[in-house]
């Protein structure tokens, strides 16, 4: 059977059928993702995948038909894993709606592009079966560190996060990173390929077998004895009120659902509470900021200190103006208010966002646009400009934080290394309320997650209509508001364990390696290369 299914995966290999064939396979591996966690589907996927660009060598324009069979196994992955981007434009307004599908199918083509040149790299590469496996890894490890950071980088749905984060196979990214993770995940999949449809099976079996007993053994060791312990002097109520963004979009409905998280905040209870944090999105402030807004902070200040001669500190997401070259610059910010006992505001400290969503916050040439005033999905600006540098702050009554507002906890690596004071949690202010009730949300809180294995850091997670929640260091949840039913969550600040600053380094070491990998198998193997498109 293997055999005869090794057969027809070849022979269907050209033509719309094989691409339609690349297509479902691609999506079909999104199922290991979030909300789903079915990770064999995944691994036998890209073992298909695999397959079939080593059956690609025997074509006549072998880089020609690998680049082909990755990239269109490349759409209906990034197609699948990324749809739910389409819901932004419908709760943008009716005008966008017409440019939706070109927009998500160009997001997946371009996304896809990096997976075809790890095709066609791997296809024109000759070697034994075995070393194989270690070529393809360290191409298509590349391609994803690529993906990750060129023209800003979009490192959504990494190998790596098929695993569910906290859970054992996940805690490997403590010491490898989420591309390190995904290197194994890749080198597994290649192994179990190989194993599947050819005959020579024992040493592929090993190399697929032995890296996931490996990661259950050491994540089960790691996880065996995970305390946490906490602040006992810091609470925290996580608020996080259901609504439509086309709601929150509209001047009419906007005031009222600001005032239910208003209501949710002084619920019963914030008199033991010291810090108060909202989402990303749960003021209406794209038109401008929200903390220059009088009636909204003198209302904040106005319910907090009613009988409460210490109100908490209040964690908000608003929008700062800056005059830059006779410019008015708007900057994605985290911003910490405190109120005295008359409920007078002070804006205390803010932490502007540096990675901005391209085309939904921020477009290249800004300035031009801005002068055409061009529309984006999610403001009313021409542009947001990002942070020239990421930063940790100091927020008042809270241990060093880096804020990383909504899109950017999916990068890692992203918080700042500072040896003599570093960052002691992560705070992830998210408005998922874009992408309505698709896997979206579901795939962003799992990345969160990683970001807390990876660095050793607890985040404290607020997402409108996302899952909101405080995360251990292991990736695990301790409290989340997942239902339309609950809309807050008071949770003790947990603290962190060793700060690990060396996540950039791995991921330039796993960087070389792959390059060197890939640069020996060229030298070795190559037989001549062709063009890779038509």
Request: net charge negative; charged share 15%; hydrophobic share 50%.
């Given at each position: 059977m293997a055999i005869s299914m090794h057969a027809l995966l070849s022979s269907r290999s050209e033509g719309w059928l094989g691409r339609g064939i690349g297509l479902l396979l691609g999506a079909l591996a999104v199922l290991g993702h979030a909300p789903f966690h079915?990770?064999?589907?995944t691994l036998l996927s890209f073992g298909i995948l695999y397959v079939r660009?080593?059956?690609?060598?025997?074509?006549e324009r072998p880089g020609r038909r690998g680049f082909s069979i990755a990239m269109w196994w490349g759409v209906g992955y990034f197609a699948a894993g990324t749809f739910w981007v389409g819901s932004a434009f419908i709760e943008r307004g009716p005008e966008f709606i017409p440019i939706m599908p070109f927009m998500v199918a160009g997001l997946a083509v371009l996304l896809s592009i990096f997976?075809?040149?790890a095709g066609a790299f791997v296809a024109r590469t000759s070697h034994s079966k075995v070393w194989t496996i270690f070529v393809f890894t360290a191409a298509f490890t590349l391609a994803e560190i690529a993906r990750g950071h060129v023209f800003g980088g979009f490192p959504w749905n990494l190998p790596a996060y098929i695993f569910e984060a906290g859970s054992r196979p996940s805690q490997a990214a403590r010491w490898i990173g989420a591309y390190g993770l995904s290197a194994l995940v890749l080198m597994i999949s290649a192994a179990l390929g190989q194993a599947i449809f050819w005959q020579k099976r024992l040493l592929p079996i090993l190399t697929s077998v032995v890296p996931l007993i490996g990661l259950y053994g050491i994540g089960h060791i790691r996880l065996s004895d995970a305390e946490v312990t906490y602040h006992p002097d810091i609470r925290l109520r996580i608020v996080a009120v259901p609504f439509k963004q086309s709601d929150m979009m509209s001047p009419d409905t906007a005031i009222d659902i600001t005032n239910q998280f208003i209501i949710a905040s002084v619920s019963p209870g914030i008199e033991d509470i010291t810090h108060l944090v909202w989402p990303e999105g749960a003021v209406r402030g794209f038109r401008g900021p929200a903390m220059d807004d009088?009636?909204?902070?003198?209302?904040m200040g106005s319910v907090l200190s009613h009988n409460d001669s210490t109100p908490p500190v209040w964690l908000m997401n608003s929008l700062q103006t800056e005059i830059d070259a006779g410019r008015m610059r708007y900057y994605n910010v985290s911003v910490a208010i405190t109120f005295d006992e008359f409920g007078i505001p002070t804006v205390a400290a803010t932490n502007r966002k540096r990675k901005l969503v391209a085309f939904g916050e921020h477009i290249p040439l800004m300035d031009w646009f801005e002068d055409v005033q061009f529309p984006l999905i999610s403001t009313n600006l021409a542009s947001i400009s990002p942070a020239k540098e990421k930063t940790l702050v100091d927020f008042p009554g809270l241990p060093r934080v880096s804020p990383q507002l909504c899109y950017e906890v999916a990068f890692p690596g992203l918080t700042p290394v500072d040896r003599d004071n570093p960052?002691?949690?992560?705070?992830?202010?998210?408005?998922?309320a874009w992408f309505g009730r698709s896997a979206g949300p579901s795939q962003h809180a799992n990345t969160a997650r990683y970001r807390a294995i990876e660095t050793g850091l607890p985040i404290v997670r607020a997402a409108s209509n996302g899952i909101s929640a405080i995360i251990d260091p292991y990736g695990r949840v301790h409290g989340k508001i997942v239902n339309t039913k609950t809309r807050y969550i008071d949770v003790e600040l947990i603290k962190p364990l060793f700060f690990n600053n060396y996540i950039k380094l791995m991921e330039l070491l796993l960087l070389l390696i792959s390059l060197s990998t890939c640069v020996i198998s060229s030298l070795s193997g190559r037989r001549g290369w062709d063009y890779v498109t038509e």
């Open positions: 079915l990770w064999p589907i660009l080593q059956k690609a060598r025997e074509a997976w075809g040149f009088p009636d909204l902070l003198n209302a960052a002691q949690f992560i705070l992830n202010q998210s408005n998922d």
